[in-house]
């Protein structure tokens, strides 16, 4: 077994969230009563039933689209009634952990459907289906962006409203080292499920062409600038994301490498396949990859954590005089540090990497309210280790030569 190494510098205590900065904005509460416009009817347009929404439904951090409900109560009117009341409330859980920096996420309140009612300013349904005593629908949802800016001041929640830079995002599926036209045009159809236009990370997706080859994915995935580059060009220049999915032994594996508005993309997320539903399983995967791109884009402005660049692991990283002449050596004795942003995140990567068979002897060394730093025995390499632990939701980088292990996902 390789000799213990000593953990590098510890990573600076983060600030605490409620330290203010100029990205997030307060807002005096007001006095005045907000009332909600109420319609009598519905006005067809483009196929789309319209609640209280112009025809030009422009982007907005205040809408929240595609929110699906399915209901069932005493007969069709109620459930239409529970229906339309449940995807508010939903709606508005999506805004506020939009709008709230990443250190409040574990402490966001619940509003019920009363508070919330004199919020919104419209809905559009997209479509809904009814029967005796059922309803289906997905809607989009409107909000006064200044009655949602009171209510949270008058919370003392802080907020921020900024968007980054939009994107174009390119799903690909691969299976037997081929590009799966088929499954790619389904795999893009579990993106465009999602509300792509209005979060903190707007994106488009681009559209698959016939010539892309395999060869050219996999030479991305690893690394290779220069395909990387080609493939920007073909697509335009602007940032480029590459939602590269797969699917093997009863797992669903994301990567996404490319470019967007915080820098350099290179992560990876992995779930189980539910075999009765690989349309649910695929949505289910596209929302933890966007999540993952939202996320990275909140670690910009939140003044309670550092923004950390998050550079793929690659051998002898850590130990660049030792791997140059035995390449594949056991890490042996590995010190790193787990950054967490909540309990959640905390949890799983402490049961992640439990689920880790050849990981021995794990030592917290030290913790504070949002790092820990721990040493462990593994037995394989770097790239090892970081496959493993992405199984398990975690992921692993190296920055100025300290491992760090976050919880993937939104």
Do not use: C
Request: proline share 4%.
């Amino acid at each position: 077994m390789a000799a213990e190494r000593a953990i590098p510098a510890r990573i600076a205590e983060r600030l605490m969230a409620n330290q203010s900065a100029n990205a997030f904005r307060g807002f005096a509460p007001s006095s005045a009563k907000l009332s909600r416009v109420v319609l009598l009817g519905a006005v067809a347009l483009l196929g789309i039933a319209l609640l209280g929404l112009g025809p030009a439904g422009a982007a907005s951090l205040f809408n929240v689209a595609n929110v699906r409900v399915d209901v069932t109560a005493k007969d069709a009117v109620v459930a239409r009634e529970r229906g339309m009341a449940k995807a508010e409330t939903l709606a508005m859980q999506v805004l506020l952990k939009r709008l709230a920096p990443l250190s409040w996420q574990e402490r966001l309140p619940s509003f019920s459907h009363r508070e919330i009612e004199g919020l919104v300013a419209g809905v559009a349904i997209h479509s809904e289906k009814t029967s005796a005593r059922r309803y289906i629908g997905v809607v989009d949802v409107r909000f006064y962006p200044d009655a949602v800016r009171q209510l949270l001041t008058s919370r003392s929640i802080p907020f921020v409203e900024s968007q980054a830079s939009p994107i174009s995002i390119l799903p690909v599926m691969l299976e037997d080292d081929v590009v799966a036209t088929d499954a790619s045009t389904d795999w893009r159809q579990a993106w465009e499920r999602l509300d792509l236009d209005n979060g903190v990370a707007p994106a488009e997706l681009a559209a698959l062409r016939d010539d892309l080859e395999a060869g050219t994915v996999k030479a991305v995935l690893a690394g290779d600038e220069g395909a990387y580059a080609t493939l920007r060009s073909t697509y335009g220049y602007g940032g480029l994301v590459v939602a590269v999915g797969e699917i093997a032994e009863g797992f669903f594996r994301l990567h996404l490498v490319g470019d967007d508005a915080a820098g350099d993309v290179d992560a990876v997320a992995t779930t189980a396949v539910d075999p009765h539903d690989l349309e649910g399983t695929e949505e289910r995967v596209a929302r933890l990859g966007l999540g993952i791109l939202e996320r990275r884009w909140k670690q910009r402005l939140d003044p309670a954590f550092e923004a950390a660049v998050e550079v793929p692991l690659r051998r002898g990283a850590l130990y660049p005089e030792e791997a140059s002449t035995i390449p594949d050596e056991a890490l042996g004795r590995v010190g790193a540090v787990i950054e967490f942003f909540s309990v959640r995140d905390w949890q799983q990567i402490h049961f992640g990497l439990q689920r880790v068979e050849d990981l021995r002897d794990f030592e917290i060394v030290s913790r504070s309210a949002r790092t820990a730093e721990v040493v462990f025995d593994y037995e394989g390499s770097a790239d090892q280790l970081q496959a493993v632990l992405a199984q398990n939701g975690i992921g692993l980088y190296e920055r100025d030569g300290t491992l760090v292990m976050r919880a993937i996902g939104p």
